[in-house]
């Protein structure tokens, strides 16, 4: 069964700081690795989608990169501002062994930004 | 894209009682999930809704519990029944498009039962 981590479980940084978070995943046949923005009480936002065959994707300030052979995502995001205070998911879509379409989610990193 | 409305955003229930959320897509899709998500935890599946066939439970959850309705590619319910404290919990429908495309969620339904 896939199992995800992510690493640190809480973060809490001034504002301006660049900052890593990151996901593991322990069965490498996947077939794309999102990560997600979930403010308190609300649903989830999407911010990038890596396919199985890329190492990165960017958008913004934000830049995600895949290792699939060792089961590892990172979330880079610069320049952190207070408004990027959240809790960021990172989810897997398994290529076999399960109902496809349905996502394994890791615990979170909760992101605190202060001023 | 899709755009999901999820109804209610939140509700307070008398345990014992019964919920129904509703997930309405602006576009026809192929994949609808249901989630779960309890106090402190990340995203459990619930069941996939398949349109005009039963839906698929995950291990842990059954049929009786959390009816699921599925009459098109664009809406479904989640039915939360006979509820105790413990269903306290927020619940998320989820749409893909394709397999290579992002998956979407709606704004959730955070539920308390008293």
């Known amino acids: 069964k896939q199992e995800v981590t992510q690493i640190p479980a809480a973060l809490s940084v001034p504002e301006g700081e660049n900052l890593v978070l990151n996901c593991s995943f322990t069965d490498s046949a996947i077939y794309n690795l999102q990560w997600f923005r979930q403010d308190p009480g609300k649903g989830l936002t999407s911010l990038l989608l890596i396919q199985s065959s890329q190492r990165e994707q960017t958008s913004g300030r934000l830049n995600a990169s895949l290792d699939k052979s060792s089961g590892r995502s990172t979330l880079y995001i610069a320049a952190s501002q207070p408004g990027d205070s959240a809790t960021y998911l990172c989810a897997v879509n398994n290529d076999r062994g399960s109902t496809l379409g349905r996502l394994y989610f890791g615990r979170g990193t909760q992101l605190t930004v202060w001023p | 894209s899709a755009v999901i409305s999820q109804k209610p955003s939140r509700d307070i229930c008398q345990r014992g009682t019964s919920l129904t959320i509703q997930c309405q897509v602006d576009s026809q899709v192929t994949m609808m999930f249901w989630y779960r998500q309890q106090p402190g935890q990340s995203l459990t599946l619930i069941a996939t809704a398949n349109q005009g066939s039963e839906a698929t439970y995950e291990s842990g959850f059954v049929i009786d519990k959390f009816p699921i309705s599925r009459p098109n590619l664009t809406f479904s319910t989640l039915t939360v029944s006979n509820m105790s404290p413990e269903d306290s919990s927020i619940y998320l429908c989820?749409?893909?498009?394709?397999?290579?495309?992002?998956?979407?969620f709606g704004q959730g339904t955070r539920l308390t039962v008293v």
């Open positions: 989820s749409v893909g498009v394709t397999l290579n495309t992002e998956a979407f």
